[in-house]
């Protein structure tokens, strides 16, 4: 089923299809414009030599924005690059009449070359911001080839030939070591070993493989050689459908529409509104056939009502909310996902490494009888002491914290999907499944077998000594965030690679009732596009490259992650907190969000057109060119300090 296009429901403004570079060198060189135009200003020079400088600034730094504004009114769309193109073009041509008529028009000011000026140097800053912001996942995609496999051994007679993993074809048989990624998906065809798919399917322990067992390219072989069959080659596996979406995703991500366009579709009309009535009162009152000496009036207006404080409106709150966010240990990426968020229908949680810590952990320790507690933990950490694994870093953490002491081995010996054996002094140490010491005749009592969590069986010379049970512990406030995720009308969906009891008990403990357990990316990301094509707003909270799919078609797509990874870079929200708290804060920072950004437009606008008017009613007193920058730039200021209320988040 294809995805649903968003440009439909959030047509993009031209600008932001134009190279950020064609913004940055305009911006300077506008920026340039604007000290030499105030510098001839401050000396007094030709008034005709501030209109030409005036005029390149127009020509050669606003030619972009006036050629975005065209595209947007071709394609019916209001954007903030026509808002700027039309006031600085109104400001312009109040300013040309001026200096070349003999009878200015009505205006309290001779010229706003310079108000001009810095509008359109601040238009090109914002666009070229916005613009950047939208390029810059791009940046990231040539390293996403890190995650590829880029060779193979090629099973050719009896020996062994490399070539590249691209090349290998339906039907091959290839030769994986311990230690080595898959260069394909596979069947494996001889030998045992342990896989580590969390790559693929989110699950943070290692999937026993044997003889006829499914492999995926990208994952690690973790134990033991085997023989693989290639069934499907790298174009078409489930990795490359993870990096498909990734170097596509950006295109889904950049389609928003931002703050300053959204605010420009009805502050436009209402300083067009503004202007003109004051015109119409004007005419009114001394006749209509001063239209043209009273045009001043409609000019003047329309280019000081487009505020410079404008610019700042949004961009003000937005940073100093990052810069909140960022306290807490919340990256937010994309401001826009915070409205998407609060106005979903469905949220949808991935389990190992969100709604849990994707960390096993020792949960509970069960001697048997006249075996001490302290008797059960040495043996097991002795055994896995030097064994890579989750199983083993939780028991040796755990040890760790207990003040366990370890004893010296002799040797140990891993049995993929088993467990350990070890040898220290005279003893004989066997750690690991109840099938296992079952199978050498060791009685397991019948609580072992009822554990629905991990369990890790010890038992030295062959006398049981008991067992550890080790889970993935929920994370802080899991149950608190779905309690007012489901308080705010949000419908829940837990959705895993991981096995059907492991899901089913994470959402008992969470309470979330709708699941779907063992899913690949593929299936994830079907889940998200069939939701959407149903009309829902959907939100993915992930943990991890086997999300990204589902993460980058969501509306809204927040991501736990302790590190620095390549995909975290297409995320809209990053969090690096081990408790899931900072959801509710997204929430609140939304909120807080929406109202600054609103009461900073309102007083914006307000302010400048007060500011206008009062320059009006003074006259025929002359104003000259700085209280009309002054004022704007005293506008800004109070926008600034407004929005410092979002360093609080809370």
């Given at each position: ?489 949000k419908d829940l969906i837990l959705v895993s690679g991981d096995n059907e009891a492991s899901v089913a008990a994470v959402a008992q403990a969470a309470g979330i009732e709708k699941t779907n357990c063992n899913v690949l990316p593929k299936t994830k990301a079907e889940i998200v596009t069939n939701l959407r094509t149903l ?116």
């Amino acid at each position: 089923m294809a995805e649903p296009s968003l440009s439909s429901v959030r047509p993009e403004p031209a600008a932001l299809s134009v190279p950020s570079k064609a913004f940055t060198y305009r911006f300077f060189l506008s920026a340039c414009f604007v000290v030499l135009i105030l510098f001839s200003l401050t000396f007094r020079h030709s008034e005709v030599g501030i209109f030409i400088l005036g005029l390149m600034d127009l020509l050669f730094c606003a030619d972009v924005l006036v050629r975005s504004a065209a595209k947007d009114v071709w394609e019916g769309r209001m954007s903030f690059a026509l808002l700027v193109t039309v006031c600085a073009g109104a400001g312009f041509i109040y300013s040309a009449l001026n200096t070349f008529l003999t009878v200015k028009l009505y205006g309290p000011a001779e010229d706003l070359f310079l108000y001009v000026a810095v509008l359109i140097t601040l238009g090109l800053w914002a666009e070229r911001r916005l613009t950047r912001s939208k390029e810059k996942a791009r940046v990231f995609v040539k390293k996403l080839d890190d995650f590829l496999p880029k060779s193979a051994r090629l099973c050719v007679g009896r020996g062994f030939r490399r070539v590249f993993a691209e090349e290998l074809k339906k039907g091959d048989l290839i030769f994986v070591k311990p230690g080595e990624r898959l260069p394909a998906d596979g069947i494996v065809r001889k030998g045992k070993t342990s896989i580590d798919e969390q790559l693929i399917t989110g699950n943070m322990l290692p999937t026993t493989k044997t003889v006829d067992s499914r492999v995926y390219a990208g994952t690690l072989n973790k134990r033991a050689e085997v023989y693989v069959e290639v069934t499907g080659v790298l174009k078409e596996s489930a990795l490359m459908s993870v990096i498909d979406a990734l170097q596509h995703g950006e295109l889904h991500r950049s389609g928003f529409k931002s703050a300053l366009d959204a605010f420009s579709a009805w502050v436009l009309p209402l300083l067009v509104v503004i202007a003109g009535g004051v015109y119409a009162l004007t005419l009114e009152h001394y006749g209509a056939d001063q239209w043209f000496h009273y045009l001043g009036i409609f000019l003047f207006l329309l280019t000081m009502s487009c505020p410079l404080a404008f610019v700042f409106a949004p961009i003000f709150p937005a940073f100093f909310a990052r810069s909140g966010a960022r306290a807490a240990k919340i990256k937010i990426q994309n401001m826009y996902a915070l409205e998407e968020l609060a106005r979903a229908d469905t949220v949808i949680f991935d389990k190992t490494g969100t709604l849990t810590y994707g960390q096993l952990r020792v949960s509970g320790v069960y001697p048997a009888e006249k075996v001490s507690r302290t008797q059960l933990l040495e043996a097991a950490a002795t055994a896995e002491q030097m064994v890579d694994g989750p199983f083993a870093d939780a028991i040796n953490l755990y040890a760790k914290e207990q003040k366990i002491k370890t004893k010296r081995l002799l040797c140990f010996d891993v049995l993929p999907g088993l467990g350990v054996q070890a040898t220290q002094g005279d003893n004989r140490i066997i750690a690991g499944r109840a099938q296992w010491l079952e199978e050498q005749n060791i009685k397991t009592p019948q609580p072992v077998a009822s554990q629905t969590q991990a369990v890790v069986c010890v038992a030295v010379n062959g006398k049981f000594l008991g067992y550890l049970t080790l889970s993935d512990e929920l994370r802080p406030g899991a149950a608190d965030i779905v309690a007012l995720l489901k308080k705010l009308g949000k419908d829940l969906i837990l959705v895993s690679g991981d096995n059907e009891a492991s899901v089913a008990a994470v959402a008992q403990a969470a309470g979330i009732e709708k699941t779907n357990c063992n899913v690949l990316p593929k299936t994830k990301a079907e889940i998200v596009t069939n939701l959407r094509t149903l009309g829902k707003r959907v939100a993915m909270v992930g943990d991890g490259f086997n999300d990204i799919i589902a993460l980058l078609r969501a509306d809204a797509g927040v991501v736990f992650s302790p590190g620095k990874n390549v995909y975290n870079h297409w995320v809209d929200v990053m969090i690096k907190r081990t408790d899931l708290f900072p959801i509710s804060y997204l929430f609140t920072i939304n909120k807080k969000l929406r109202r600054t950004v609103l009461f900073n437009v309102l007083a914006a606008v307000l302010l400048n057109t007060g500011l206008a008017v009062w320059l009006l009613i003074r006259m025929p007193a002359a104003c000259g060119w700085a209280l009309p920058v002054g004022g704007s730039l005293a506008a800004v200021i109070f926008v600034l300090l407004i929005s410092t209320r979002m360093l609080k988040i809370k």
